[in-house]
């Protein structure tokens, strides 16, 4: 557990140590020496409530999932819009500030008219270029403040209070256009490799199904239909569940070209972990501690920002141990149903899982790539899909988990797919990490110039 000490001259609103991390503060005297006008986020921002009405169901949705990381990127996907007036509605230029505490890195700068989900604050620039500021929310200068200002246990937000107090460097109007220049090549580049490296992975949807024989067909969403009882099944009574699109799914699978069996059938381990009483939020080293947050979009596991359990701990866990090779699935929250993989080059030799992800090991006689190639398919990603449940947190159970419908082709055809989809990931990651490098040089550039 870390350890700090505080004056009590130095509390302001709040007795937990949280707020008086040493990095925090650090961060806090960095950014009031500057020589730049210093404002709080209220007062260079409206904060917008617009909430959604049947008027605006043709606008696209967006929800935590659907921001990349660190750039500000939109990920399309055919995610559903949440029910009408419980989504704000945003317009082009407008900045999306994330609340919850995995998704600080996911800072949007609208491209569009939409809609997000309530998980976002929605911020009008009224005194500064909209470009700066938002380069600005993006950067670790915001990220140390915000980090240490939640509240709440099991998903940990900021406050509107603490999002208003945003302490906000505002350079002259030069410096601001300066800086968004700088950024502005930097996002260039990292949206062209990103445009290279999405190809790629989305190109491995399609090889997997082609080497499957897996043909699905136009999946729409129904807007009216009946289910006989016999055909209610898995204790399921909600209208989603029975969509014909699911059906169409497995009816596919089931008419490839190998046989099908289900995934219970085909692991020897599916179960999710623990973290420490009172959560790990203290705790900076240790053994690292994987959640959903660390399930990145491309299949990969990151091997940095982790959160980390005392190795007294992770012997107690050592049924959740990670393995290289082991799959992981995002079982509730946002991103429920991402799946990941442990690559074997993965450099910590000792890791483990918390209670928001399962962990998947397949039996030694199958290849784990290949079934993590599936379970990330569309026809892998649609069967998960179908099984969340939930209402304000929604998330997926062991049980139907099990069930999910696995075509499984010999051996050596696994091999050929497994070796193909690991391939493609590499060269999508590599682009991604070249990008990755420029944008967080430009991001230091501009920090310099901004605090000196």
């Known amino acids: 557990m870390e350890c700090f000490t505080v004056m009590s001259d130095k509390i302001e609103g709040r007795i937990d140590p949280s707020p008086y991390h040493p990095i925090r503060l650090s961060t806090i005297e960095r950014i009031k020496k500057s020589k730049f006008e210093l404002l709080t986020l209220t007062e260079v921002v409206e904060f917008s409530k617009k909430l959604v009405t049947s ?16 750039s500000g990127f939109f990920i399309s996907s055919e995610e559903e819009k949440e029910i009408f007036g419980t989504a704000l509605k945003f317009e082009k230029g407008d900045i999306l500030f994330p609340k919850l505490r995995p998704y600080l890195n996911k800072v949007y700068l609208a491209e569009f008219d939409g809609v997000c989900s309530t998980e976002f604050h929605v911020l009008k620039a009224k005194k500064c270029n909209k470009m700066y500021l938002f380069c600005f929310l993006n950067s670790q200068l915001v990220v140390n403040q915000t980090s240490y200002l939640m509240t709440g246990n099991t998903l940990p937000r900021l406050q509107k209070t603490e999002v208003e107090n945003l302490l906000i460097l505002l350079p002259s109007l030069s410096i601001q256009n300066k800086i968004v ?81 289900e995934l219970r059938e085909i692991i020897d381990k599916l179960l999710s972990g623990q973290r420490p009483k ?19 979009s491309d299949g990969n596991v990151k091997t940095y920002d982790l959160k980390f359990i005392p190795e007294e701990f992770h012997k107690t866990q050592l049924k959740s141990k990670v393995m290289k090779k082991d799959i992981l699935i995002v079982k509730d929250g946002a991103t429920t149903g991402k799946v990941g993989i442990i690559p074997e080059e993965y450099p910590f030799e000792e890791a483990n899982i918390n209670e928001h992800v399962f962990l998947l090991r397949i039996k030694t006689d199958i290849n784990p790539y290949f079934i993590f190639s599936f379970l990330k398919s569309k026809a892998g990603q649609i069967q998960i899909n179908r099984d969340i449940t939930g209402g304000t947190i929604t998330g997926i159970i062991r049980e139907t988990t099990e069930k999910i419908k696995i075509p499984l082709p010999p051996l050596s055809v696994q091999n050929k797919i497994a070796d193909e989809v690991k391939k493609r990931m ?27």
Not at 55 to 67: C, E, F, P, T, V
Not at 195 to 216: F, P, Q, R, T, W
């Open 426 to 452: 590499q060269r999508a990651e590599q682009l991604q990490k070249e990008a990755n490098e420029e944008l967080e040089k430009a991001k230091r550039d501009v920090e310099k110039i901004i605090l000196n």
């Open 278 to 296: 009172g959560g790990v939020r203290q705790i900076e080293d240790g053994i690292p501690s994987l959640g959903g947050e660390h399930v990145l």
């Open 181 to 261: 220049s700088l950024m502005d090549s930097a996002y260039s580049s990292k949206k062209s490799n990103g445009s290279e490296a999405v190809k790629l992975s989305d190109s491995i949807n399609d090889y997997v199904l082609d080497k499957l024989g897996i043909e699905l067909p136009e999946l729409k969403e129904d807007m009216a239909y009946v289910v006989n009882s016999n055909k209610v099944k898995n204790n399921r009574c909600d209208a989603y569940y029975f969509q014909s699109k699911f059906e169409e799914v497995e009816k596919a699978v089931n008419e490839g070209k190998f046989e099908v069996k």
């Open 55 to 70: 008027k605006d169901s043709n606008l696209k949705y967006i929800g935590l999932k659907n921001i990349e990381p660190n």
